[in-house]
């Protein structure tokens, strides 16, 4: 029977490599370092244990020197006799009489690898499973603490530009170098392949004489006075510089070309799926994004929320400082600049930019957690609805956006039932301000309504359902009815992420209402970009609910959508929405507006139709 040295052996380092696996490979959640850690110090209890207590024959002590004789006598060197009682004594005697008629059965060395246990007659197999153990032990420390406590990127030096409109684009700099003050930024007109310029002089856009630790060493820079659907190149005298495209004018479609293309996704971890060659700020699902830009020729990227993940796999503080790392890290990824070089991004929050499943409004840390997400992108997102507010509107060509906040502030998800009234993801003035994006009359051309969350609106995802919309079921209803609402000819799409997987589903208004079926609402769920995704199904459309899975695809490390709105002035709006999974386009799905006309819920569906 094996001896409890020998199970808690086996059971550690089981527990050591499927916990290291899972974490570097699959999830890495803040429970496997301690699980790795705790069971690494059992097995090298246990170990030692077995290896000590080995017995001498085992080991081929002085003992092996003998053998027995065919009559059973202890026979030594020169096949001298020898008194095993004497030399060893009786019960010894015994025990050795015992071995030696009965020798231990040769292991198979595999079962060394696999188990963990020592194997006093081989070695290098030993030697191979407990390095087999001590390396994964130090690839948790290395996923855990290297970037953290090697790469705090104080001396980050970049510049990104955000949010751009027809006549305006917002520029982001950092500089912790006091040698480069004072910093001048310049812009000009730089020709591209379906424009010629004239006027290709400098101009100033801003200068800063001092900066400091109040915004980590940043300052932004609005440009003013652009022409729309132009292109202009940029440059900081700190040796940054690049490119930007202002938008159409309200209605009308980028110059060049007949579709508005942008991207969505949400959720980065840098260095995940682990890799111990790659760098400790690496973002592996950046490379896929970056092939694809070049080709898409998107205006901007929509992320969706979890920049960060100030609590995964290890929360090292609380502090504003704490968080600031977490973003200059980001920004300091040597993947980063081909993601941005010429792609304006526009943020929204999300739990883990703060803690993981946010519902306490302002109350600590969220302070801190707005510190940097206010220096690093509220300062060049597009203008808040209403001032100090973390929710932003704004219109791009023949689209119009409205970026909710759901987790400033949201009531909390518990113990409230999810159709109490008395719950509110938006807070009464998000809420209103919401309604009132819907039910207004867009400009003539602006075919599409998106609704930014960054949390899917759906309630088809059963897992963590009391963080999402699924939890706040009777405001998701006022919302939905002014959704089916919206002004004829215009189509709404709700844009979300979080769930580490991607989903379209479809929300038809209830049959036999005041709503035609052409008011349908698309929802298209997209995450992750550079993070895990869960190994088990977590999505499921169930009868009676009203919610339509369009399409479902739970697999890929790296998920990103291509929103293409096509159509102009007069006629339906057209959209494409195409899924890209791991650097491969995998599915793509068209939808049309209803047709602009006041009528009946029949008239409008037979035209539709």
């Keep these: 029977m094996a001896s409890a040295a020998t199970i808690l052996a086996v059971l550690s380092s089981t527990a050591i490599r499927l916990s290291a696996y899972v974490f570097l490979r699959w999830i890495p959640g803040h429970h496997a370092p301690p699980l790795v850690l705790t069971s690494a110090l059992v097995y090298a209890i246990s170990f030692s244990s077995i290896f000590t207590s080995t017995t001498q024959f085992e080991k081929g002590a ?5 053998h027995l004789s065919s009559n059973g006598q202890l026979r030594g060197e020169g096949n001298k006799s020898v008194d095993a009682t004497a030399e060893y004594g009786s019960q010894s005697s015994q025990s050795f009489g015992k071995s030696a008629t009965q020798p231990t059965a040769k292991r198979w060395p595999g079962w060394t690898l696999l188990s963990g246990l020592p194997d006093s007659a081989s070695v290098s197999w030993t030697v191979a499973t407990v390095g087999t153990n001590i390396v994964l032990c130090l690839c948790v420390a290395d996923m855990v603490y290297r970037a953290p406590v090697m790469y705090p990127s104080h001396d980050l030096s970049f510049a990104r530009v955000g949010y751009i409109s027809d006549t305006t684009a917002s520029l982001l700099v950092r500089e912790p170098d006091t040698r480069q003050l004072p910093i001048f930024v310049s812009y000009r007109n730089a020709p591209d392949a379906n424009s010629h310029v004239s006027d290709d002089a400098w101009k100033a856009a801003g200068k800063v004489y001092w900066l400091s630790n109040e ?26 510089s690049g490119h930007f495209t202002t938008a159409p004018a309200e209605g009308q479609l980028p110059s060049g070309t007949d579709k508005l293309t942008f991207l969505a996704s949400s959720c980065i971890k840098p260095r995940f799926p682990y890799n111990p060659l790659s760098h400790p700020l690496s973002m592996p699902g950046f490379k896929h994004l970056a092939q694809s830009i070049p080709i898409l020729k998107a205006s901007f990227m929509l992320f969706l929320g979890d920049f960060i993940y100030i609590d995964v796999p290890r929360r090292f503080g609380s502090d504003p400082e704490t968080y600031r790392r977490e973003y200059r890290q980001v920004y300091s990824s040597p993947d980063w600049s081909s993601v941005s070089q010429d792609l304006p991004w526009i943020h929204v929050m999300d739990d883990h930019e703060i ?7 302002t ?12 220096i690093y992108h509220t300062s060049i997102n597009p203008p808040p ?4 507010a973390s929710y932003f509107q704004f219109t791009h060509g023949p689209a119009s956006f409205f970026l909710m906040d759901t987790r400033r502030y949201r009531t909390p998800s518990q113990p409230l039932h999810a159709n109490s009234p008395e719950k509110s993801m938006l807070g009464p003035a998000q809420l209103s301000s919401l309604l009132h994006f819907l039910s207004r009359r867009e400009p003539d051309g602006v075919k599409w309504k998106f609704v930014i969350s960054s949390i899917p609106f759906t309630r088809n995802w059963r897992f963590g359902a009391t963080d999402t919309w699924a939890s706040y079921l009777h405001e998701r209803q006022t919302i939905l009815e002014a959704m089916w609402s919206v002004p004829p000819g215009v189509g709404v799409v709700v844009l979300s992420g979080d769930r580490h997987e991607f989903a379209a589903t479809a929300f038809p208004p209830p049959e036999g209402s005041k709503w035609p079926v052409s008011a349908t609402v698309h929802e298209f769920s997209t995450s992750p970009l550079s993070m895990f995704y869960l190994p088990f199904r977590t999505y499921e459309e169930r009868e009676g609910e009203g919610e339509v899975c369009v399409k479902y695809v739970p697999d890929g490390n790296s998920k990103f959508g291509a929103v293409e709105v096509m159509g102009g002035k007069g006629g339906q709006g057209v959209l494409r929405f195409r899924l890209f999974v791991d650097g491969r386009e995998v599915w793509d799905h068209v939808l049309t507006t209803g047709p602009a006309v006041v009528g009946g819920m029949r008239g409008r569906d037979a035209l539709w139709g």
């Design 385 to 388: 609805v209403r001032p100090d």
């Design 355 to 361: 803690a993981n499943d946010w519902d306490r409004n």
């Design 363 to 374: 109350t600590a840390p969220y302070p801190a957690a707005a510190d940097p997400w206010n």
């Design 215 to 240: 915004t980590d060493y940043t300052f932004t820079v609005s440009i003013k006075g652009l022409q729309p659907a132009s292109r202009y190149q940029y440059a900081v005298s700190n040796n940054h």
């Design 62 to 66: 002085p003992i092996s020197n003998h």
